[in-house]
């Protein structure tokens, strides 16, 4: 097992071996390591890494051509680093220490441990994990289709849930200017945008939560043809009754305050 290999694939591409980070050139040797990364332990046919690395333009010899960018790989990563079998190849490192799929498991266990403190540890660790998009600079259709907007949905929700045990702990007024930055980052993600609105309107500036709901109204309508979410009208009905309030539940007004840091 080669416990000296650490891999990162929540951003740019970062392989570590023994503490010093190494550079993998072609685009195909990198998009065949995240592919192993993502499947760590578990063997990966021929057929499935070539379909990653050759969308358009397969080789005449496919099979040969993976063979030839595993040895590369080996090469590189060290001889045990992945292991052959008539199924395929295996890339023999720990899942935890492949960011990907430890934010996963991160996910799963503050799940289970929802509503108590260690949920909010356990978040912070997995988004902490993420230094930009997933798989960033990997040019491969397999790996920026599905595998990544999983995984975007994944980081989404538990930023969802992380916003909320803030606001659940009274901490509007610090987290309105980074609930804007993620909102304008997914202007569709209506979930979001029903946060936002919720906060502003608790922080008293029900005028400013009305003129966002407005703006997001006429882009959904605009870019999807259909009226926002049931929930957000509920939400901005709310607001146009002066619901909602303008002071937090220890009583002090939310105004402009410091921004949190939601740890990405």
């Not at 934010?103 to 902490?128: H, I, K, M, Q, Y």
């Not at 936002?196 to 029900?206: A, M, S």
Request: aromatic share 4%.
């Amino acid at each position: 097992m080669t416990g000296n290999l650490r891999i990162a694939v929540l951003g740019p591409l970062e392989v570590w071996r023994g503490g010093v980070q190494m550079q993998l050139g072609p685009n195909r040797l990198r998009t065949m390591l995240a592919v192993l990364a993502m499947s760590a332990r578990e063997t990966v046919s021929a057929d499935q890494l070539a379909i990653a690395m050759w969308v358009h333009d397969p080789p005449a010899n496919q099979r040969r051509s993976v063979q030839t960018y595993i040895a590369r790989l080996r090469h590189a990563l060290g001889p045990a680093s992945i292991s052959t079998s008539a199924a395929g190849y295996r890339l023999e490192v720990e899942p935890d220490l492949v960011d990907a799929l430890r934010f996963r498991r991160l996910l799963n266990e503050a799940t289970r441990s929802r509503g108590t403190p260690a949920e909010r540890v356990l978040l912070d660790e997995a988004l902490a994990l993420w230094r930009g998009g997933a798989f960033d600079g990997i040019e491969s259709e397999v790996l920026s289709g599905p595998k990544a907007s999983h995984l975007v949905e994944l980081r989404l929700s538990a930023v969802e849930r992380w916003i909320d045990l803030g606001l659940a702990e009274g901490r509007h007024a610090e987290m309105v200017a980074e609930i804007q930055y993620l909102a304008d980052g997914h202007p569709l993600r209506e979930p979001l945008w029903g946060r936002l609105l919720r906060v502003l309107g608790r922080c008293g500036r029900q005028a400013e939560a009305l003129a966002v709901y407005e703006r997001l109204r006429r882009r959904i309508a605009d870019d999807l043809g259909v009226d926002p979410s049931s929930e957000l009208q509920r939400i901005h009905l709310s607001l146009l009754r002066g619901g909602m309030g303008g002071l937090l539940p220890d009583g002090r007004v939310c105004g402009h305050g410091a921004s949190a840091v939601i740890p990405m």
